[in-house]
């Protein structure tokens, strides 16, 4: 699949190819703005990195998060990293948050309406094998139109003091992860 392949020889002669299709075939010139947070600043600049390699010459522009916050949510801007996350323990959450037509947190104002019938099938599915099949077809339709490209998922870890009593985790991190009967041994 284009952009999981070894060597990256392939995917860069394919994205030069499809840039010169576009009407660039010299690359272009663009601005991407992020925080000023060391975590922001080196993943933008390692996209950076991997833009110019086929031609994209990026500028990075540092700011606080509340300016890049509203930059983003007026739509001024050409590229931004903006670390998101979501509920995996549901489809429902996970797209419904960020991909589904005017949705507050679809900061790339994505819009697609076979993915949004899809979803919508999807949410009201009671065959899980059918459900499931709704999703992996909403998986390929994101690969396909490439609404935002995800650099890398956080694994969520969690620990906890050997005095903490009847505390378990959740299936998630943002969802089930229910407090009220924890206590300590002290």
Excluded: C
């Excluded at 949705?103 to 994505?110: D, E, H, I, T, W």
């Amino acid at each position: 699949m284009p952009g999981y392949r070894q060597p990256k020889d392939a995917d860069i002669a394919e994205a030069k190819k499809l840039l010169a299709e576009a009407g660039y075939p010299q690359g272009f010139k663009t601005t991407g703005i992020t925080r000023t947070d060391t975590q922001y600043e080196r993943s933008m600049l390692s996209v950076k990195e991997q833009l110019a390699q086929i031609g994209v010459d990026m500028t990075v522009s540092l700011t606080d998060a509340p300016t890049m916050m509203d930059r983003i949510y007026k739509r001024n801007y050409d590229m931004a990293i903006q670390f998101a996350s979501a509920g995996f323990d549901d489809p429902d959450q996970f797209f419904g948050t960020a991909f589904v037509t005017g949705v507050p947190n679809n900061l790339g104002a994505f819009s697609d309406a076979q993915f949004d019938r899809w979803y919508d099938e999807q949410s009201r599915m009671m065959d899980p094998a059918k459900r499931k099949e709704l999703v992996f077809q909403m998986q390929r339709r994101l690969h396909e139109l490439l609404p935002a490209t995800v650099l890398y998922w956080f694994v969520y870890e969690i620990a906890w003091w050997k005095e903490v009593r009847n505390f378990g985790p959740g299936i998630g991190i943002y969802n089930n992860l229910k407090l009220q009967n924890v206590w300590l041994a002290k």
